[in-house]
């Protein structure tokens, strides 16, 4: 890509960030009844990349410009993706999200599960509020998602009793936890411009792609990463026991001997942190647990790519999502 | 109403609440992810009088007798319906509901929280699902009333800390809290139906005072309700300094001693039950706040009986809604 379309794609991506963070803003909240709207507010303007309106738009302008038509399903998306954040950090009783307290410990309880339902609500409201084509459709397939979504968490929920998650278990319970909504919102973004089904279901699939990278990106980070670039601390995943792809993989290719070792060293609740990261990480370098990850991202970038090759839409107007899906996955290892 | 009318309505009511218990079972749940659906199901075969879609089928019935038609919708409002009980439980650490632990006892808190939000997203699915006419005005609807009802559970919550509660401010919050779902319900099957907005409107207030004397009689019978008809504990509301219609009326009748004997009272922890509960009832006779609670539900009723009166609809057609209201107002003080 040539500097001038480079540029073109970075103030595009900036202008409709710009809109989606008007538009998320713009409507305000009711000041009543007092402690309702103040949490969803608080969540809403706390930032993030905006991901899934981002993907929403930028696969709507594949199509057509007037991107107004679809906002305010945009902004249901991303009310939708910060309820399922709120509850979420409940459940898993997180202090910290984006540098803030989360909602239970800045109010409590019972706040984060009420406001938690009005956003679910809301974000309902702000998808039946498009004005654009098939508005019945985006309604139905952003509802089929959000089901798909809990079934996700809960699958996320179970594993953690579990030691005998398959690869292929895991892979489906991350597309179910998050990669469907991505993909939820290249689709919605096609479908409100009133594309072809056929790319309908390859904006679907590529975006389910991106997120299935990025989130074993993210595993993989947690263990290979800069700390001070990924901006968690290294190993945390390892600390707290989660059933990664690292872990999945490497319980899976291990001998028997490897694999007690790996689990007897994961429930220690003696040894020292350091300690237990090091030898988790040692033997997931013994196993080739980076190079492995790291062909699995390659895997879903190659299908995501070529997908989005293979769209029957003018170079110029894919350029702006393609930038973006690169900028996804941009992080430093 | 003579003896084959009144048949007639029984049967009636009988066989719509059988299309109901039928379809809220007929899809059935998926078996995976484990311990998503078995709470959604479990609360759903709980029983309870399916209020909210008896009263959908039954304004639905007014104008047409195909009534598969709106059953989804029917189907779905009582999902939502057990999604707030779900979730309002878990906020007020309940322990039994329709004489069964509830879900955050039998499971967890995490249970309640996650399968709550499926049942919210199911509630909007199965809304969709409907075939009647005017499916984008129900949902709209529903959607917004649902968001009413976070209101109203929000200024509940609110009116737990103060003592300053208007009569209005009640009445305003068990609108939002319970009688905005029944006027939707209400509502909807006229939607449904293709009936004339006015009379949608006129349905819609009719279930609201259903709902507010409901409510107000929920109230007065935890005070002079007899235990063994009512089904509950009597003086409940009192022990758990709950603001009910009766309190909040007589801290507004009250003069400044009685006012502060009654708030004294309510916040001596030491206090035996039998006490508190004989010396609020007492200030609450002395206020002869009794007779005030059946005046306030006459008013509803009354209210309630005029619009169905005036409804432009056959009486026939009427007769089977009617008999469905008095049912519910028929519990015994």
Same mark, same amino acid.
């Given at each position: ?36 709207? $103040?949490?969803?507010?608080? #969540? ?6 905006? #991901? ?22 945009? #902004?249901?998306?991303?009310? @939708? ?54 508005? $019945? +459709? ?10 798909? #979504? ?10 953690? +009793? ?43 699939? =590529? ?51 490897? +694999? ?23 033997? @997931? ?14 895997? @879903?970038?190659? $299908? ?19 930038? =973006? ?9």
């Amino acid at each position: 890509m040539n500097t001038p379309t480079r540029h073109h794609c970075i103030r595009t991506m900036k202008k409709l960030l710009e809109t989606i963070e008007k538009a998320l803003h713009a409507e305000g909240y009711p000041s009543r009844p007092e402690g309702l709207y $103040e949490p969803v507010d608080y #969540v809403l303007s706390s930032g993030g990349k905006r #991901v899934r309106p981002m993907l929403m738009l930028l696969s709507y302008k594949l199509y057509r410009d007037d991107v107004d038509a679809i906002l305010p399903a945009a #902004v249901g998306l991303e009310t @939708y993706h910060n309820h399922t954040l709120l509850h979420d950090d409940l459940m898993d009783r997180a202090d910290m999200r984006h540098g803030r307290p989360t909602v239970h410990r800045r109010w409590d309880d019972n706040t984060a599960i009420l406001s938690g339902d009005a956003m679910l609500v809301m974000a309902f409201r702000r998808v039946m509020r498009a004005g654009c084509a098939n508005r $019945e +459709r985006l309604l139905s397939l952003f509802a089929r998602t959000a089901e798909e #979504v809990c079934q996700g968490q809960q699958y996320d929920v179970n594993f953690e +009793r579990r030691t005998d998650v398959s690869e292929a278990e895991y892979l489906e319970m991350i597309r179910l936890k998050t990669s469907v909504l991505l993909a939820c919102a290249a689709a919605m973004g096609a479908i409100g411009a009133g594309a072809p089904e056929a790319e309908v279901r390859s904006l679907y699939r =590529f975006a389910e792609c991106l997120g299935l990278a990025f989130q074993i990106e993210d595993d993989y980070l947690d263990v290979y990463g800069d700390a001070a670039v990924f901006g968690k601390r290294i190993g945390g995943d390892i600390l707290c026991g989660k059933k990664t792809f690292l872990l999945v993989g490497a319980l899976a290719r291990a001998d028997e001997a490897t +694999r007690r070792e790996l689990l007897a060293c994961l429930a220690d609740g003696e040894m020292a942190a350091e300690e237990k990261i090091a030898r988790v990480t040692s033997v @997931y370098d013994r196993l080739g647990m980076a190079a492995c990850c790291r062909a699995q991202i390659e895997t @879903y970038h190659a $299908e995501a790519r070529a997908l989005l090759d293979a769209l029957p839409v003018a170079e110029a107007r894919k350029a702006p999502l393609r930038a =973006f899906a690169e900028s996804l996955s941009g992080r430093k290892s």
